[in-house]
């Protein structure tokens, strides 16, 4: 079995310099945990400047699906660039076609359906907005506490998985009222069925004495929720969120940006529950790192704005559209299935843990979206947020990448080429960090 290479103090002396180098230069707004300078990367394994060997299970935010390098994604890349770099989207190519082709074979609404292409998540997401304002008519929206959309001013209304995130930029867009996101583990709501507690707080409360249903154009939810916790959502739940969006006329946009493109062991994460939104946008692992997003909608409501209605100019890039049709290619013949494989390994031997640290709360997740949730005491749950600060910075040290997310959830989303070897290491130096964290 592979072992982690940690050849200097961490942070090297090249590391050092290139920090130093960075305060100067960079704006201080990005949340970084741990002092980790990139040189190259091979699949689930990354090196830093000093030449220090990693496992990353962070995976650039569960962008890298196909892991760092892919040899298909970088020769797609490759071969678009000897054809031509950019052309705006006032124009055509047979890429960005047939990228759309490929979204609708994949059958993501069980209908045919149209794509407007972007260049990150929170852009998907304002465009995702916007259509849907201008196919309804109405102005108002429903979002989830928890939930992390983007952070332009329009997607920002929604993003509220930490107060940080829109402290200080208040007001974003108007016309979005939270609801909180069905957490079995830690309950909100009366109730044993978080999902259905939920849906009739939206229905019996919501709808009745601040939000009327008539002037809702749209939900917007994450299927599994990221940035909040990693959380499942329980059975039924999306199903309900369906049924009432149809009654009332408003649009339902899933929010796969995160959860989305294999990363669950099915190529999108509400095909778990059968359920088909009307807007769905997509990012992050779409193009094993190169920056694209989509707005993926049922046809009859993409073709309804008009031209000029919305555009960019970026959007739907030869190099991006390239690596997306490769990375899309190699996730539904591969990766797919091996991310529910090693995902339930993997899952499993988390679990294992439980019994012996009793730090560790909860283990959730399908796939290679995987949470461990990290609390105080096992019966009062109290969030163990400092511990799970600890755990992320001695996992570092020890080798491995991770990031951590909701209060107290450290989270697992690796390249979706990992093998079960890679999880019996990770296991070794997670264990080692568990145990240097508790013991401070």
């Not at 919501?206 to 299927?223: D, H, K, T, Y």
């Not at 570092?396 to 080429?417: A, D, E, K, Q």
Request: glycine share 12%.
């Amino acid at each position: 079995m592979k072992t982690a290479h940690i050849r200097t103090e961490l942070p090297g002396p090249k590391a050092r310099v290139i920090l130093a180098r960075d305060g100067s230069v960079t704006s201080p707004s990005y949340p970084r945990d741990v002092p980790f300078v990139m040189d190259h990367g091979r699949g689930a394994e990354v090196w830093d400047v000093d030449g220090n060997r990693f496992l990353d299970f962070a995976a650039g935010i569960a962008v890298c699906s196909t892991g760092h390098s892919h040899p298909q994604v970088v020769q797609a890349i490759k071969d678009a660039a000897d054809k031509f770099i950019h052309i705006s989207s006032d124009y055509w190519h047979e890429g960005q076609v047939r990228l759309g082709e490929k979204i609708n074979e994949l059958d993501p609404m069980g209908e045919p359906v149209m794509s407007f292409f972007a260049q990150s998540g929170t852009e998907a997401v304002e465009g995702a907005i916007k259509l849907a304002r201008y196919f309804t008519g109405r102005s108002r929206f429903i979002g989830f506490l928890g939930g992390f959309h983007g952070r332009s001013m329009g997607s920002l209304a929604f993003t509220s998985s930490k107060h940080t995130q829109q402290e200080g930029f208040f007001p974003a867009m108007p016309g979005v009222t939270h609801v909180p996101y069905p957490n079995t583990y830690r309950p909100l709501l009366a109730g044993k069925d978080q999902g259905k507690a939920v849906l009739e707080y939206i229905e019996h409360v919501l709808f009745q004495a601040n939000v009327p249903a008539s002037e809702v154009a749209g939900i917007l939810v994450e299927p599994f929720l990221g940035e909040g916790g990693y959380l499942v959502p329980p059975d039924g739940f999306l199903q309900g969120l369906r049924d009432l969006c149809n009654r009332h006329g408003i649009l339902l946009i899933f929010d796969e940006v995160q959860c989305g493109v294999g990363r669950t062991g099915k190529m999108f994460a509400a095909q778990h529950f059968g359920v088909a939104p009307d807007i769905m946008t997509l990012a992050k692992g779409l193009g094993s790192g190169m920056p694209i997003g989509l707005v993926v909608a049922r046809k009859p409501i993409m073709e309804n704005w008009p031209r000029g209605s919305h555009g960019n100019t970026f959007g739907g890039n030869p190099l991006c559209c390239a690596a997306a049709l490769a990375t899309l290619d190699l996730v539904e013949k591969q990766y797919m299935a091996n991310a529910a494989d090693v995902g339930a390994y993997f899952i499993d031997r988390l679990r294992g843990l439980q019994g012996r640290y009793l730090e560790i709360g909860d283990v959730r997740g399908r796939g290679l979206f995987i949470g461990m949730e990290l609390v105080k005491d096992p019966v009062t749950k109290i969030p163990a947020r400092e511990l799970c600060d600890a755990v992320i910075t001695r996992a570092y040290h020890n080798g491995l990448i991770l990031l951590s997310c909701g209060t107290s959830t450290v989270r697992f989303m690796p390249p979706l080429v990992i093998g079960r070897s890679d999880v019996d290491e990770v296991m070794v130096m997670l264990e080692a960090s568990l145990d240097e964290a508790t013991r401070g």
